[in-house]
């Protein structure tokens, strides 16, 4: 049974920032905050405190507001162990398989890098919820920044086991642009056509694309649906080049 209340908070240009909340506690916890002031603006407005600051990795679009949003609420920080050298405040390092509570609900931990060397996922069974940062993307995945086409490979098959009914909330809006490009290697796909009509009007109404359903991701994600790593490696390739 899902408990959790989850609330995309859009930051910067494109990103989001996930704001978890149990009513059964009053836990509040905010994922991957690169500005501050946006998530300030949804606390104070619904009257809520901040306990938990997770991180899924250390770009700057997605730790920028971990420091002040520390300060003003005293929230404990946690993110991947072996990023604990370049994420700010870092109060408990994660590793693969840890488990977290935000209230009465409970996250697993799963080691995705691929996009970032230390880049974590946070799994929540109970929620049918997973916050994967910049490793799954609607349609898409994050680009090799300093992981290998191996390494995002193997990240996106331990979430291809999870349930079909899994909320995927990534970090960013790229929905629209990563449909563009997967009609453009898999112009026959009637789940990506139906996705995409989806996608052009959330967009169109100013609504996020997000969470997205992992069901419609395999069928529709060309990432997801990569049947070895040189096909995942070319289509990664072909995707940074795409315009």
């Not at 989001?16 to 002031?37: F, K, M, N, Q, S």
């Not at 507001?65 to 994660?94: F, M, T």
């Not at 609900?105 to 919820?129: E, Q």
Request: glycine share 10%; charged share 20%.
């Amino acid at each position: 049974m899902q408990a959790l209340e989850l609330t995309a908070i859009p930051c910067l240009s494109d990103n989001y920032a996930w704001l978890l909340r149990d009513p059964a506690t009053g836990t509040v916890a905010i994922v991957d905050p690169g500005e501050a002031e946006p998530v300030e603006k949804v606390l104070a407005a619904r009257g809520h405190g901040l306990d938990l600051i997770l991180i899924t990795h250390h770009h700057g679009d997605h730790v920028a507001g971990v420091a002040a949003l520390k300060a003003a609420h005293g929230a404990a920080v946690l993110g991947p162990a072996a990023d604990s050298h370049r994420l700010p405040g870092l109060d408990r390092g994660l590793k693969d398989g840890d488990r977290i509570a935000v209230g009465n609900a409970t996250a697993v931990v799963i080691d995705t890098p691929g996009h970032t060397r230390g880049h974590i996922s946070f799994y929540f069974a109970g929620d049918a919820l997973l916050l994967c940062g910049d490793t799954l993307f609607s349609l898409g995945c994050g680009r090799l920044l300093e992981g290998t086409a191996e390494e995002m490979y193997a990240s996106l098959r331990r979430f291809a086991v999870l349930p079909p009914d899994t909320r995927v909330a990534c970090g960013h809006e790229y929905t629209l642009s990563n449909g563009r490009f997967a009609l453009s290697v898999d112009p026959g796909n009637a789940a990506l056509k139906a996705r995409m009509a989806e996608v052009e009007a959330d967009r169109a109404a100013g609504v996020p694309t997000l969470p997205a359903l992992l069901g419609d991701e395999m069928a529709a994600n060309p990432f997801l649906r990569a049947p070895d790593v040189a096909t995942l490696a070319k289509l990664r390739a072909a995707k940074d080049d795409f315009r």
